[in-house]
C-alpha cells in the first residue's frame, strides 16, 4: 500500500489513553483514530494492535468489516447520498449520477484533489425528507440533481 | 442535586410541572434531524432572539424549547403554539417576528402558514385536529415533541423516571416481570418476541452477572422511529432500561447506537450524564440500593449488526458475524453471560406500561400483537413522517386518512414493510389489519416498522434488485447459502432489467430463495429472499413483461424504457429542458419540447418534473423498430 511512512502517533497515543487496554475497547478507538485521522494510517493500526494486544490481522478484519472505517485517506468534506430505499424511489440514483458528472468520481471515491469523497449511505433515518444529500454535516432533503453543484458549495463552505 | 429517596423525586416532579404549567406561554420548535435540515436551528434562534427583544413586554411571558421529531418532518420546520395548540409548518426564521406580532401578541393566527389538508384542501389550524396526528395514539412517542430531551426536568414533569420510582420501591422483580407479561407487549424491532418471557429466561439463566442491551442499530431502510425516539425521548429509553435491568437485576447496560445517528448519540449521551447527576443512573439510584449504569456504544456501519448475536459481539470489539440460534443469548450472550437485547420502541414503552398498567396496554391492538406500535410512513404519499398507531389498524387508514393518499393522486401499487427482510403488500391487501402475523402471511413483516408507499412508477422488479444488492452489500459473509444465493440472485436481476432475462429465470430465482431460506446462518439471510418472493407472489407478470416483451412497465429500468413528449399536452414550461441531465431535451418555452432519443439516458428525472403528465414511456425496442420502418 503505498503510503505515508510515518503519521504522528500523538494523537493515537493520546486517544488510546481514554480507554482500557484491550479488545472490547477496539471499534471505539477505532472510531476515535478515524476522526483524528480522517482513515486508519496502517501505522497507527500496528500500534493500536500492540496497545490493546490484539493481534493485527484482528485489527485489519475489524477496519475492513465495518464501513464507517476507511483505510485510505479521506477527502476534507464527505459528501453522501442517502440511498435507502424511500429515497431509492424519490430518485436517489440520479444524484449520484449527478455527483459523479460534477466531481469525477464515483461512490467510495476521492477527488485528487482531496477536497470531497463521495459516499453512498443506506438510509439516514430522514426518509421523509428523500431523496438527501448530506455534504459535510448539512443536510439537503428533497435534492434535485439540478441543485447539486448548489449543494457542494454550501455544504463545502461550512468545512472549512 | 442527587435525588436520595422518593419523596425527594415526587417533591422534584412536582416542582418541575409547576414550573411547567406556570408557563403562559410556549413555542415548541422540532429539532429532529428532519426539522434541522430544513433549517429549525436558525427558527429556534430566531424566537429567542425576538423574546429577548421583546423582554420588557411583561403580558406575553414566552418559553421556547426545542423539541425532539414531530414525526411530519416533511412540513417541517414545525412550529407549536401552546397553550393555542396552533401548529405551523414550514416556517422559515424570516417570518418569526410575524408570528411573535401577530399570533403571541396579536392573538390572531396567520392562515398561510397553518398545514393545508390534501385531501379536503382545507387549512387546520390545531395541531390535534391535523389528520396526520388526529388518528395516532402515542404509547412509546409519548413524549417526543413535548419535551426538550436536553432538558431531564422536563421530561420529568411528563413523567419520565416515576415507573422507576414504582418498581424501586413498590415492586418485587418478579412483579416488575408479571406486569409486562400482563401487558402482552412483544419486541418492537421485528422479529415479535414477547418481553416478558425475554426477561424471565434471562433471570432464570445461571450466570455470575447478566447485562441489559439496547438495539439502536436501526438499519431497516426507510425505517426511523428508533432515531426519532433516541433524539426526542431519550429518558425514555433509559427508564425502560432500568426497569428492565432492576427486573433481571442487572448491574450494566449498553445501547448499541448507529453510526448514522450523531444527533442521537448527542442526545443519549447529555441523557445519560443528566441521570447520572440526578441520582437517576448510578449507584444506589434514587436511595433504594439498587446500581445500574448505561453506556453508549456507537456501531460500525454494518447493517447485520442489528442482529442480535451479531451485536453483542461487536460490543465485544470483534466483527460483527451473527452465530448459531441454538443457544440463546438469554443465556449466553454479551461475554456469554445472560443477556436481554430489546430494540429502541419496546425500551420506550416500558415506562408507561409500569405507570399505567399491563392491562392498559392489552386493552389496545389485536389478540396475539397488543398495544401500539411506531411505524414511519414514507415513499409516494402525501403525508410522509412517524406515526404510531395501535395494533390492527388496517394499512387502508394509514396510507389514506393518515397518509393523505398517493403523491399527485397517481395509482397506488404496493407498500413494502420490515425493510429488506419484509416484503411488498399489493392493493388488494390494502384492508389488511396490522399486526405480527398478518404481516407475515401476507408474506411480509413488521420488521422495524417502516411503510413505504410505492406508486405506479415504482418498478417491482427494480426494488427486489435494489433489496437484493442492499443485502449483498451487508451480507457479512460467513455462511454460503447468504453470502452465494444474494451474488447469484443478483446477476440473474441484473440480465432481466437489462432486457437479457431467460425462460427459467424465475423458477431458478424460486429455487436459490428456498436454498437460502433453509440453510442461512442468521435472519438476515433466511430473511433475504421475501423481497423476492413477495414480489414474485403479487406482480409475476411484471417480472414476466421484463423477461418476455423486453419492457418494464413501470417505465424505471433504463435499458428497457424509452420517454417522449406527448404533442397536445405540452405546453412549453421548459422544466423538462431544465431538469435533463445530459441536454437530451429541445424546444423554447411555450413551445413543443422534443427529446432526443439518441442523447437520453432514460434517467426519468423529465417526466419527475413535468406538471401536466405529459411525459410517456414506452419499450425502447420500440424505437428500434421505428428505425427499421
Redesign the interface.
Known amino acids: 500500500m503505498a503510503e505515508t511512512p510515518c503519521s504522528d502517533l500523538s494523537k493515537a497515543e493520546e486517544i488510546l489513553g481514554r480507554y482500557p487496554q484491550?479488545?472490547?475497547?477496539?471499534?471505539?478507538v477505532?472510531?476515535d483514530v478515524h476522526r483524528a485521522y480522517n482513515y486508519l494510517p496502517c501505522d497507527v493500526l500496528e500500534r493500536v494492535a500492540e496497545a490493546l494486544e490484539?493481534p493485527l490481522a484482528?485489527v485489519f478484519?475489524?477496519s475492513t468489516?465495518?464501513?464507517?472505517?476507511s483505510l485510505e485517506p479521506q477527502g476534507d468534506t464527505i459528501v453522501k447520498v442517502c440511498?435507502?430505499?424511500?429515497?431509492?424511489?424519490?430518485?436517489a440514483?440520479?444524484l449520484v449520477?449527478?455527483l459523479e458528472?460534477q466531481l469525477g468520481v464515483g461512490p467510495d471515491e476521492t477527488t485528487e484533489d482531496f477536497k470531497f469523497t463521495v459516499k453512498t449511505?443506506?438510509?439516514?433515518?430522514?426518509?421523509?425528507?428523500?431523496p438527501?444529500v448530506i455534504v459535510g454535516e448539512k443536510?439537503?432533503?428533497s435534492a434535485?440533481?439540478?441543485r447539486v453543484s448548489k449543494y457542494l458549495t454550501e455544504g463545502g463552505a461550512d468545512e472549512n | 442535586m442527587r435525588i436520595e429517596s422518593r419523596d425527594q423525586f415526587e417533591a422534584l416532579r412536582k416542582q418541575s410541572l409547576e414550573i411547567e404549567t406556570n408557563r403562559k406561554q410556549q413555542v415548541l420548535v422540532c429539532c429532529g434531524t428532519g426539522c434541522l435540515a430544513s433549517g429549525s436551528k436558525e427558527v429556534a434562534e430566531a424566537f429567542a432572539d425576538e423574546i429577548a427583544k421583546r423582554s420588557i413586554d411583561a403580558t406575553v411571558d414566552l418559553f421556547v424549547k426545542s423539541t425532539g421529531c414531530h414525526g411530519f418532518c416533511e412540513r417541517g420546520p414545525l412550529v407549536v403554539l401552546n397553550p393555542q395548540g396552533i401548529l405551523y409548518t414550514k416556517v422559515k426564521a424570516g417570518r418569526v417576528e410575524e408570528i411573535v406580532e401577530k399570533t403571541l401578541v396579536g392573538g390572531e393566527v396567520i392562515p398561510g402558514l397553518l398545514y393545508k389538508d390534501p385531501v379536503s384542501g382545507e387549512r387546520v389550524e390545531q395541531y390535534e385536529e391535523v389528520p396526520f396526528y388526529r388518528h395516532q395514539v402515542r404509547v412509546a412517542m409519548r413524549n417526543i415533541g413535548r419535551i426538550d430531551p436536553t432538558d431531564i426536568l422536563d421530561a420529568i414533569a411528563q413523567g419520565s423516571y416515576s415507573g422507576v420510582a414504582k418498581v424501586l420501591f413498590e415492586m418485587s422483580p418478579h412483579e416488575v416481570i408479571g406486569e409486562v407479561a400482563t401487558s402482552g407487549q412483544r419486541g418492537r424491532g421485528g422479529a415479535g418476541f414477547n418481553t416478558a418471557r425475554k426477561w424471565q429466561s434471562c433471570k432464570d439463566a445461571p450466570g455470575e452477572r447478566c447485562y441489559v442491551l439496547c438495539n439502536g442499530d436501526e438499519g431497516d431502510p426507510g425505517a426511523f422511529k428508533d432515531r426519532s425516539i433516541m433524539e426526542g425521548d431519550p429518558h425514555s429509553v433509559l427508564e425502560g432500561m432500568i426497569i428492565g435491568a432492576y427486573a433481571v437485576q442487572a448491574n450494566e447496560g449498553w445501547i448499541y447506537v448507529r453510526d448514522e445517528y450523531p444527533l442521537a448519540v448527542v442526545n443519549l449521551t447529555i441523557a445519560i450524564r443528566e441521570a447520572r447527576k440526578y441520582g437517576l443512573l448510578g449507584e444506589n439510584i434514587m436511595g433504594s440500593g439498587f446500581d445500574f449504569d448505561i453506556k453508549i456504544s456507537r456501531g460500525g456501519g454494518a447493517f447485520v449488526c442489528g442482529e442480535s448475536s451479531a451485536l453483542m459481539r461487536s460490543l465485544e470489539g470483534k466483527t460483527g458475524e451473527p452465530r448459531a440460534k441454538y443457544v440463546h443469548s438469554t443465556d449466553k450472550g454479551l461475554f456469554d453471560l445472560p443477556t436481554v437485547l430489546n430494540n429502541v420502541e419496546t425500551w420506550a414503552g416500558i415506562g408507561a406500561i409500569i405507570e399505567r398498567g399491563g392491562a392498559w396496554f392489552a386493552s389496545m391492538g389485536t389478540e396475539r400483537s397488543k398495544g401500539t406500535k411506531a411505524f414511519s410512513l414514507v415513499g409516494k404519499v402525501k403525508n410522509t413522517g412517524l406515526i404510531e398507531l395501535p395494533m390492527g389498524t388496517t394499512l387502508r387508514h394509514i396510507i389514506y386518512d393518515i397518509g393523505g393518499g398517493i403523491l399527485k393522486d397517481r395509482p397506488f401499487k404496493a407498500v413494502q414493510t420490515g425493510g429488506p427482510s419484509g416484503g411488498c403488500v399489493p392493493e388488494e391487501l390494502l384492508d389488511l389489519p396490522v399486526d405480527y402475523e398478518e404481516l407475515t402471511e401476507a408474506g411480509s413483516m413488521m420488521g422495524s416498522g417502516g411503510m413505504i408507499v410505492m406508486d405506479d412508477r415504482t418498478c417491482m422488479v427494480d426494488v427486489s434488485r435494489f433489496f437484493l444488492a442492499f443485502l449483498e452489500e451487508e451480507s457479512c459473509g460467513k455462511c454460503t447459502p447468504c453470502r452465494e444465493g444474494l451474488k447469484q440472485m443478483l446477476h440473474v436481476y441484473g440480465r432481466i432489467i437489462a432486457g437479457k432475462g431467460q425462460a427459467g429465470d424465475l423458477e431458478l430465482i424460486e429455487k436459490l430463495a428456498a436454498g437460502m431460506q433453509l440453510g442461512s446462518l442468521c435472519e438476515l439471510g433466511k430473511s433475504a429472499p421475501n423481497p423476492v418472493l413477495s414480489t414474485l407472489r403479487y406482480f409475476r407478470s411484471e417480472y414476466e413483461a421484463h423477461i418476455s416483451d423486453h419492457a418494464c412497465p413501470a417505465g424505471v429500468c433504463r435499458e428497457l424504457t424509452a420517454f417522449e413528449i406527448v404533442e397536445d399536452g405540452c405546453d412549453g414550461c421548459h422544466l423538462c429542458y431544465k431538469a435533463c441531465p445530459v441536454d437530451a431535451i429541445t424546444g423554447v418555452v411555450k413551445e413543443l419540447h422534443v427529446i432526443d432519443h439518441e442523447a437520453c439516458i432514460s434517467c426519468g428525472a423529465c417526466l419527475d418534473v413535468c406538471p401536466t403528465d405529459t411525459i410517456r414511456t414506452f419499450p425502447k425496442h420500440e424505437l428500434e423498430k421505428a428505425e427499421v420502418v
Do not use: D, W
Not at chain 1, 22 to 27: D, G, N, R, T, V
Not at chain 1, 65 to 69: I, R, V
Not at chain 1, 83 to 91: D, L, N, P, S, Y
Not at chain 1, 121 to 129: D, L
Open positions: 484491550e479488545e472490547p475497547a477496539l471499534i471505539q477505532l472510531q490484539v484482528k478484519s475489524v468489516f465495518y464501513k464507517a472505517f440511498t435507502g430505499t424511500a429515497c431509492h424511489i424519490r430518485g440514483g440520479q449520477e449527478e458528472r449511505v443506506n438510509c439516514v433515518g430522514a426518509c421523509a425528507m428523500a438527501l443536510y439537503f432533503g434535485k440533481p439540478a
